[in-house]
């Protein structure tokens, strides 16, 4: 069985389950998603289906990629994803993959997505620090500070909280539970929030930790 499946983010809502608690859930478009390659053991070296999600027009993907999706005979798509499978035989090319068939209510998995991306940040907004007061004549108040030694070893650490870029970076959330899957609508309900903003394009996959 393959092992997650492509899907997007459309927003955030809340759900009353049935001994009358109140949960947040992240709602997801999750899938169809359509096998284009099959990737095996022994012509790849490792087991893993190459999926397409959302439908993209014809003439808006050049000759090569065409002709790899034709293999299919599904159309073009906007995305394209290798994931494992445990028995890529089960699958054909052009077959669907839905929500309902790899996942249901009570399932435990890691969400990847692209966090929203927050520009040019300094050390306060990206790392949390304290900075100076604000009174009394001081002259620090949102700056980093020292960021280095002196004589020994005369150089800054690699690694040091500085400013710089925020968010806008891969971002995988574990360990969150499947509240409902909606099979006539293609829709997955995971428990609490996931990275990225609506609209974005997530990853589920079956967890690694739990």
């Known amino acids: 069985m393959i092992q997650g499946i492509l899907g997007k983010k459309l927003g955030m809502t809340q759900v009353f389950v049935a001994d009358g608690r109140r949960i947040p859930v992240t709602v997801v478009e999750a899938g169809p998603c359509t ?10 070296g490792y087991n893993a289906l ?30 394209l994803r290798e994931l494992a499978a445990d028995n890529v035989d089960e699958y054909q090319v052009g ?13 435990i998995v890691d969400v990847t997505g692209t966090s929203k991306g ?9 790392w949390g620090f304290s900075g ?3 009174t009394h004549g001081s002259k620090f108040h949102r700056g980093p500070g020292s960021i280095g030694m002196s004589a020994s070893p005369a ?5 040091k909280k ?3 870029q925020m968010g806008n970076a891969r971002v995988t959330q574990q360990n969150l539970e499947i509240v409902e899957v909606r099979a006539d609508q293609n829709l997955i309900l ?17 967890c690694v930790k739990a």
């Open 35 to 44: 096998v284009v390659q099959k990737k095996t053991e022994s012509a790849d």
């Open 50 to 79: 190459q999926v397409g999600f959302e439908a993209k027009k014809s003439h808006r993907v050049n000759k090569p990629m065409m002709g790899h999706f034709k293999k299919a005979d599904q159309g073009a798509f906007t995305t």
């Open 95 to 107: 077959d669907q993959v839905t929500c309902d068939s790899v996942f249901k209510a009570g399932d």
């Open 118 to 126: 927050k520009g040019f940040q300094g050390v306060i907004k990206r």
């Open 132 to 134: 100076g007061r604000a």
């Open 155 to 159: 150089r800054v650490h690699r690694g």
């Open 162 to 164: 500085m400013p710089g």
């Open 190 to 206: 995971v428990k609490g929030a996931i990275p990225g903003p609506n609209q974005g394009l997530v990853l589920i996959r079956k």
